[in-house]
């Protein structure tokens, strides 16, 4: 019984240094290791919010593009139709839309969502607006249907859009 007495004075007090310095040590590597960890996600953002920035900027870009006052006066000609600009302005919105699609993946989904039913709703406005109008009616008349019709909405998709993506954008920083 002594015997035993004697090795467990000896075992004990080592016991106890040994399993200090272990949670020490792991304490001190898993600290080192969360600062690593916290560094890289640091320098990672600070390459990410650019490009997240950016890709909010292409957006906004896109969704003033396909607005319908902007949208109209840039791609209509002197001597059109009402068909020919239907077909141009359709084109158009589809063509800055598919032109900016890799912008999802730095944007939130909701964001998206909303971009793309804008996009969406400027097709159903312009076609509406149309399908209003007689078969040899000229752009112009076209043109000042999809604003009368722009006009007698609340807001329109594109707006609200804008203003959620301004928002978003807002609580990045």
């Known amino acids: 019984m002594e015997d035993f007495l004697d090795i467990l004075k000896y075992i004990l007090p080592s016991s106890v240094v040994f399993v200090t310095a272990y949670f020490i040590l792991r304490a ?8 690593k960890l916290l560094e890289l996600k640091l320098s990672n953002q600070n390459v990410i919010m650019p490009i997240r920035l950016q890709a909010y900027e292409r957006v906004i ?12 006066l840039r791609v209509s000609l002197p001597g059109m139709s009402a068909s020919q600009l239907q077909a141009v302005l359709i084109q158009n919105i589809r063509d800055e839309f598919e032109h ?4 999802q993946i730095y944007i939130s989904s909701t964001a998206w969502d909303l971009t793309r039913n804008a996009k969406e709703e ?3 406005l312009v076609n509406l607006a149309a399908s209003r109008l007689n ?3 000229t752009a112009i008349e076209l043109g000042s249907m999809i604003f009368e019709l722009a006009m007698s909405k609340d807001k329109l998709p594109v707006s609200n859009t804008i203003e959620y993506v301004k928002k978003e954008v807002r609580q990045l920083y």
């Open 28 to 35: 001190f590597l898993q600290n080192g290791t969360h600062k």
């Open 61 to 72: 870009l896109l969704l003033e593009r396909i607005s319908p006052s902007s949208l109209i």
């Open 100 to 103: 900016n699609l890799s912008q």
């Open 122 to 124: 400027m097709i159903k």
């Open 135 to 137: 078969d040899q009616a």
